[in-house]
């Protein structure tokens, strides 16, 4: 992967944590504080996640000449397509003006899909024997979101992110992975109606249920998920450094999901993780689910700091769902 491999944008719309505390009624301290939040992005009128995400790809595209040209498959990671039908990367392709040839599908998942796209990704382009890879994220949860919800609205963020992934070329590679998926506790964040189970409209000629309003909206249960990481993600950075043949001093830096101040201090100390290490910018965007880890890598793609690190990358979140990986630049 060439310099600059990593984009991203953000929306229109700013909110303070003051803003956020009058909206939700919870402690703007307690925001700043916990959570980690001073302000975050969402998107305005007019814009949608695939107008976010063309925008984060248009960026990297003005930064490589003819990557536009070069790119033969898509991956969007999203659980909040702007439709049911089609899929978000096929409105991207036809936004950015891709080829008919172009290969593009959706990833269906949340905090650990941008881990989980990168080794789609390099396993796609190798069975295939296609050579270059988007890998685009963009979870807008505002629009899921009931502004006056304390557990949700404090807490997440809207971004797209852009990176391009090359098939035996450039500077990163993956040295070791630890994937995992504890489905049992997966309602622990979820968006109960709206799904072919609890459809929004019933058989023909029937009326949609009068009680689904509130189940379209994204539901989560904090504590369930800070257990679920303090217990799991500890051992699968633990895992995937052993599987590397690698400690944890030899780590350059940790960039982590960005779900809260909170849970990223705790389970740092639980780690053993050195504050310096830790890449944090929850303050500046919040939560932006599967755009919360390549935007820490951009920040510091953009900066200079990933040329000859290791840097271990982790998701966690819905599903429950988890990705670790470490990374070679």
């Given at each position: ?66 990557l536009a ?7 969007f990671v ?11 990367s096929a ?239």
């Amino acid at each position: 992967m060439p310099a600059q491999h990593f984009a991203y944008a953000l929306p229109s719309v700013c909110h303070t944590a003051a803003e956020i505390a009058a909206l939700t009624g919870a402690d703007e301290q307690f925001i700043i504080e916990k959570v980690g939040l001073s302000r975050r992005y969402v998107l305005g009128p007019g814009e949608t996640g695939v107008s976010l995400a063309a925008d984060a790809c248009r960026k990297l595209f003005d930064r490589h000449s003819g990557l536009a040209e070069e790119v033969d498959t898509l991956i969007f990671v999203t659980q909040t397509p702007d439709r049911r039908l089609p899929q978000n990367s096929a409105g991207l392709a036809a936004v950015l003006n891709l080829p008919d040839s172009l290969a593009s599908f959706d990833l269906s998942l949340g905090c650990s899909g941008f881990v989980y796209a990168l080794s789609v990704a390099e396993g796609f382009l190798h069975s295939v024997g296609r050579h270059c890879a988007l890998v685009v994220t963009c979870d807008p949860y505002s629009r899921i979101i009931d502004p006056s919800d304390k557990d949700t609205n404090c807490v997440f963020g809207d971004a797209a992110t852009a990176t391009v992934v090359r098939l035996g070329q450039g500077r990163g590679r993956i040295l070791a992975t630890d994937f995992g998926t504890r489905g049992q506790d997966g309602d622990s964040i979820c968006v109960p109606a709206g799904g072919a189970a609890r459809p929004l409209v019933g058989a023909i000629g029937a009326e949609p249920a009068a009680d689904i309003a509130d189940d379209l909206r994204l539901h989560m249960h904090g504590r369930s998920v800070f257990n679920f990481v303090n217990s799991v993600v500890p051992e699968s950075i633990r895992a995937c450094l052993g599987k590397a043949g690698l400690k944890l001093d030899d780590i350059d830096l940790f960039a982590l999901h960005q779900g809260s101040r909170y849970m990223l201090d705790a389970m740092a100390r639980r780690v053993g993780i050195p504050p310096q290490k830790l890449l944090q910018n929850i303050s500046n965007y919040g939560n932006t689910v599967s755009s919360s880890i390549p935007l820490l890598l951009s920040e510091q793609d953009e900066a200079g700091h990933l040329n000859g690190r290791l840097v271990l990358v982790s998701g966690f979140g819905v599903g429950l769902s988890w990705a670790t990986a470490i990374l070679q630049f």
